[in-house]
T-cell receptor, first 112, second 114 residues
Framework: DGGITQSPKYLFRKEGQNVTLSCEQN?????MYWYRQDPGQGLRLIYY???????QKGDIAEGYSVSREKKESFPLTVTSAQKNPTAFYLC???????????FGNGTRLTVT | GEDVEQSLFLSVREGDSSVINCTYT??????LYWYKQEPGAGLQLLTY?????DMKQDQRLTVLLNKKDKHLSLRIADTQTGDSAIYFC??????????????FGTGTLLAVQP
């Protein structure tokens, strides 16, 4: 079955540590996205990538970094510069410019 | 503007119809989507409507689009307890070429009472 896999489902880190969230898709989609979800705020776009080896900042990119070395993979690193990293992180992909997004099941990151 | 607004909460009884509303501000949006999110999970695409349509029906789901008022609604007929979830509307804006952006509403929590 094709889909998007995010791992781990839950992640705990100490403040000041960088942490990388994994996102893998086998849908052969070109475009991939990272969103952050906080209660009552909907989804906010962190980074997106339209093709391999290219990515752009979204609305809240500060404190985050990404890479897109392979079509299937779009890992997100939450750095120590991100002031409020505790959140639910969602990865998504799409096959075309105006196609709907397909989402993974998310990673809940808790930083203490 | 790129705001998408939804009411935060809706409570209905099992078997009743649910209507979830959404307003958006950018008239250049092309597609509008409804997603469902169950607790602790990602977003599942429920249905979508192209901006030149007024209505789309898909089994228990009916989407109505009033482009003049920039108002989108999702009606769920015969609501079941399994429909309890957060529902997001989203609009996709195309800025030309391969550049597009998906704007999400804040989500409506639908609680279905047995």
């Amino acid at each position: 079955d094709g889909g998007i896999t995010q791992s781990p489902k839950y992640l705990f880190r100490k403040e000041g540590q960088n942490v990388t969230l994994s996102c893998e898709q086998n849908l052969n989609h070109d475009a991939m996205y990272w969103y952050r979800q906080d209660p009552g705020q909907g989804l906010r776009l962190i980074y997106y990538s339209q093709i391999v080896n290219d990515f752009q900042k979204g609305d809240i990119a500060e404190g985050y970094s990404v890479s897109r070395e392979k079509k299937e993979s779009f890992p997100l690193t939450v750095t120590s510069a991100q002031k409020n990293p505790t959140a639910f992180y969602l990865c998504a992909s799409t096959e075309g410019t105006l196609s709907p997004l397909h989402f993974g099941n998310g990673t809940r990151l808790t930083v203490t | 503007g790129e705001d998408v607004e939804q009411s935060l909460f809706l409570s209905v009884r099992e078997g009743d119809s649910s209507v979830i509303n959404c307003t958006y501000t950018d008239s250049s949006s092309t597609y509008l989507y409804w997603y469902k999110q169950e607790p602790g999970a990602g977003l599942q695409l429920l249905t979508y409507i192209f901006s030149n349509m007024d209505m789309k029906q898909d089994q228990r789901l009916t989407v109505l689009l009033n482009k003049k008022d920039k108002h989108l609604s999702l009606r769920i007929a015969d609501t079941q307890t399994g429909d309890s979830a957060i529902y997001f509307c989203a609009e996709i804006l195309n800025y030309g070429g391969a550049t597009n952006k998906l704007i999400f509403g804040t989500g409506t929590l639908l609680a279905v009472q047995p």
